[in-house]
Structures are given as structure tokens and as C-alpha cells.
Nanobody, 128 residues
Framework: QVQLVESGGGLVQAGGSLRLSCAVS????????MGWFRQAPGKERVFVAA????????YYSDSMKGRFIISRDSAKNTMYLQMNSLKAEDTAVYYC?????????????????????WGQGTQVTVSS
């Protein structure tokens, strides 16, 4: 099992930036992928971005591509989400997740049901 702890959320004005971190501990595997998802009140959890832990291959939601950047530091066992040009509609709880170990192709990296372990979430609020 993998333990995940998010940090870095907060209140920011529209147009601003935030960097979320996800500290990873426990048993990780070379074929693990790490993802960021978000959930706004009353809405479903949606895919934001994912990265393969070993190869660093990245995947993005089309709506966030170009504004958000996912990365990981294997030495620090930490994943990041740099969020730029934030909009009010980016307001949500952001979750990091680990899993998708046997994903082939890209679609499964975007699906929350492919991830096994989740963090507790961090709130991001963007004021307009």
C-alpha cells in the first residue's frame, strides 16, 4: 500500500499560481503511475494530470494542458502539480493518487477507478 499526503492548497486570486505537493511513502513499484484528480462541490471527481513514476511520461486533461504542469522528484518521493493562470472554475479539492500499474495506452491513466491509493485531498480556492 502507498501512503499519500497532499499539501500546498490555499486561497489564491484568479490569474495566480499554486504548487501542490504529494509526499509518497510505502511500497511503490516501478510501473506505478501517479495522478492528480479534483472534485468540486456536487460534482464528480475528474482527471487533472498523471505521470509514470519511473519514466516520467505525462498525461493531461485537455482543459488544463498548458496551464498545469505535473512533475515528480523520485529522490524526494514527491509529486508536484504546478498550477498557473488559475481560474475560479479550478476551485476544488485536489487529490493525488497512486496506481494504474497495468495501464496500457493512455485512457486508463485518466480514470480514477484505475488508482488504488489516495491522499486526503487539499482545498484550492480561486477567488474571482
Amino acid at each position: 500500500q502507498v501512503q499519500l499526503v497532499e499539501s500546498g492548497g490555499g486561497l489564491v486570486q484568479a490569474g495566480g499560481s499554486l504548487r501542490l505537493s504529494c509526499a509518497v511513502s510505502g511500497r511503490t513499484f516501478s510501473n506505478h503511475a501517479m495522478g492528480w484528480f479534483r472534485q468540486a462541490p456536487g460534482k464528480e471527481r475528474v482527471f487533472v494530470a498523471a505521470i509514470t513514476w519511473s519514466g516520467g511520461i505525462t498525461y493531461y486533461s485537455d482543459s488544463m494542458k498548458g496551464r498545469f504542469i505535473i512533475s515528480r522528484d523520485s529522490a524526494k518521493n514527491t509529486m508536484y502539480l504546478q498550477m498557473n493562470s488559475l481560474k475560479a472554475e479550478d476551485t476544488a479539492v485536489y487529490y493525488c493518487a497512486a496506481g494504474a500499474r497495468y495501464c496500457i495506452g493512455s485512457y486508463c491513466y485518466t480514470r480514477h477507478e484505475w488508482y488504488d491509493d489516495w491522499g486526503q485531498g487539499t482545498q484550492v480556492t480561486v477567488s474571482s
